[in-house]
């Protein structure tokens, strides 16, 4: 409804899986440090939804990739960057409006 697009609008499923059988999770992260770069460069506006909470309560960790995205922006203060979901436990949240119930 805003327009908001990912990394799947920019990557081709066939790039991404090029680059995981090439060089695995270090090939996947640098396309997508490319990917968030790229974003960087073009002044796009960045909303933070948050993690994937239902793969970390799975995993108990968080996406490398959502790490990676989280820190490039963090680090340069990128002024385009707003985080938006709101945390209710270690391994749960959302974004009022969004998510589903």
Do not use: C, H
Request: glycine share 12%.
């Amino acid at each position: 409804m805003i327009g908001a697009e990912t990394i799947s609008d920019y990557i081709s499923d066939a790039a991404w899986e090029g680059a995981k059988r090439a060089g695995g999770l270090e090939a996947l992260k640098a396309l997508n440090r490319r990917w968030i770069e790229q974003m960087m460069q073009q002044g796009r506006r960045i909303i933070d939804i948050g993690p994937d909470f239902a793969e970390k309560r799975i995993r108990g960790i968080r996406s490398p990739f959502y790490e990676l995205e989280r820190r490039a922006l963090r680090e340069r203060g990128y002024p385009f960057y707003s985080k938006v979901f709101r945390r209710s436990g270690r391994f749960s949240g959302g974004v009022p409006g969004l998510d589903f119930p």
